[in-house]
């Protein structure tokens, strides 16, 4: 019967509950998209380095994946060395170079191009066509539809041009033998990938390669494995999923941070918002709570009358703030993906459902506790003066 009291009160002030509900909402759609930002680019990231299965990159001495032009020499034996390790189930070589298309007499725009094995497939994954063979090339969708290209269509490429001239300086015609989703490619990117032997030759970088794709044997630890490549073959880097992920994190550290304070002031709102409306009804029902005290009302039916009330605001602000931030992550995703160099298949905001319900949980308690304080404080008042107050 309190508790239907105190949550009446609510009603009978519809506009300024209407307001609080309102702040409430923003605040945990503010704190839910910070929880999916602390680690939702690392975590899709995650996904997207495992979704072919190659876990683990071997890299030139120190040096990051596509962080410099370094190659990897004799790549051949590195290579054979590599699969030689327990646990190795496949190495994927791969080698990086920048091409241009060729438009009429002129080299066209810059195309990243990749030397691969295509049947590991490790960065793309085929929408239509077949893997490229020698004299073939598979081309991003973004490729394809801006020159027009589909499999059976021809594509010619320089490996070389004159930039002060606009001129291809060393071509070649390639078959198109497929379109793919590059899945590393930003958004737009045009691309193309043909196999690795064709990029070492016009590259005039025999034997050479820019990374491994390592993938292991199921029932193999990534790190176990990572570290017997770094025994076997001294001169390169390895770097397992968890490590590359780590390196991801310390990369992102500042959108970590960043979510950690807007979540912070989340919590600080929405503490101010519920006990700053907890604390006007309280007053306004001065009388009624005093009363009850003269008549013997235990406090703790009294004080639970009132947490109810902020406990109410902040359960119905998190149920309308959870679409509401939904939406505002799908839209800022759009926003900061567009910045350059980042791949289209990661997402900033990953939904995680622990996460997300300890998070909205705490928005939930902290409206509760937020309510209990001003519930407190009218307990605390002597009776008598809490009666002559209200008769004033």
């Known amino acids: 019967m309190i508790i239907a009291a105190s949550l009446k009160s609510l009603l009978r002030r519809r506009s300024r509950t209407a307001l609080a509900l309102t702040g409430i909402a923003i605040s945990a759609a503010l704190l839910l998209d910070m929880t999916m930002l602390a680690s939702g680019l690392t975590g899709s990231f995650g996904?997207?380095?495992?979704?072919?299965?190659f876990t683990l990159r071997v890299t030139p001495r120190g040096i990051l994946p596509f962080d410099s032009d370094a190659t990897i020499q004799n790549a051949s034996s590195v290579q054979e060395r590599i699969a030689a390790v327990p646990g190795v189930r496949q190495v994927s070589p791969v080698l990086g170079a920048q091409f241009r298309r060729i438009v009429g007499d002129s080299a066209g725009e810059p195309l990243f191009t990749t030397g691969v094995d295509p049947q590991a497939e490790m960065l793309y994954t085929l929408l239509s066509g077949a893997p490229p063979g020698p004299g073939q090339v598979v081309v991003s969708e973004p490729l394809a539809e801006a020159a027009g290209l589909q499999p059976g269509s021809t594509l010619l490429l320089a490996s070389d041009a004159d930039v002060t001239l606009g001129r291809a300086q060393a071509s070649r015609a390639f078959r198109v033998s497929g379109v793919a989703n590059f899945l590393y490619d930003y958004a737009g990117q045009r691309s193309v990938a043909m196999p690795i032997g064709e990029v070492q030759a016009l590259t005039r970088r025999p034997d050479q390669v820019s990374l491994?794709?390592?993938?292991?044997?199921?029932?193999?630890?990534?790190?176990?494995?990572?570290?017997?490549?770094?025994?076997?073959?001294?001169?390169?880097?390895?770097?397992s999923l968890r490590e590359l992920l780590a390196e991801t994190d310390r990369r992102l550290l500042y959108f970590r941070q960043m979510a950690t304070i807007?979540?912070?002031?989340?919590?600080?709102?929405?503490?101010?918002?519920?006990?700053?409306?907890?604390?006007?009804?309280?007053?306004?029902?001065w009388g009624e709570i005093?009363?009850?005290?003269?008549l013997?009302?235990?406090?703790?039916?009294?004080?639970?009358?009132?947490?109810?009330?902020?406990?109410?605001?902040?359960?119905?602000?998190?149920?309308?703030g959870l679409p509401l931030g939904w939406w505002m992550a799908r839209w800022l995703d759009r926003i900061l993906l567009?910045?350059?160099?980042?791949?289209a298949n990661v997402t900033f905001f990953q939904w995680n459902s622990g996460r997300i319900a300890l998070a909205l949980a705490?928005?939930?308690?902290?409206?509760?506790?937020?309510?209990c304080l001003p519930g407190l404080g009218a307990l605390r008042v002597p009776l008598g003066q809490a009666l002559r107050e209200e008769a004033e």
């Open 47 to 53: 996904e997207l380095l495992a979704v072919k299965g």
């Open 290 to 294: 005093a009363t009850l005290r003269a």
């Open 262 to 285: 807007l979540g912070s002031i989340a919590l600080v709102v929405t503490a101010l918002l519920v006990a700053t409306i907890v604390t006007i009804g309280v007053r306004e029902r």
């Open 212 to 239: 491994y794709g390592v993938a292991a044997h199921p029932g193999f630890d990534d790190d176990s494995v990572s570290a017997a490549i770094a025994r076997t073959v001294p001169e390169v880097s390895t770097y």
């Open 338 to 343: 567009a910045f350059p160099g980042l791949p």
């Open 296 to 320: 013997g009302v235990a406090r703790g039916r009294i004080l639970g009358g009132v947490v109810a009330e902020g406990f109410s605001l902040a359960l119905i602000g998190c149920v309308l």
């Open 362 to 371: 705490t928005v939930i308690a902290v409206g509760a506790l937020a309510g």
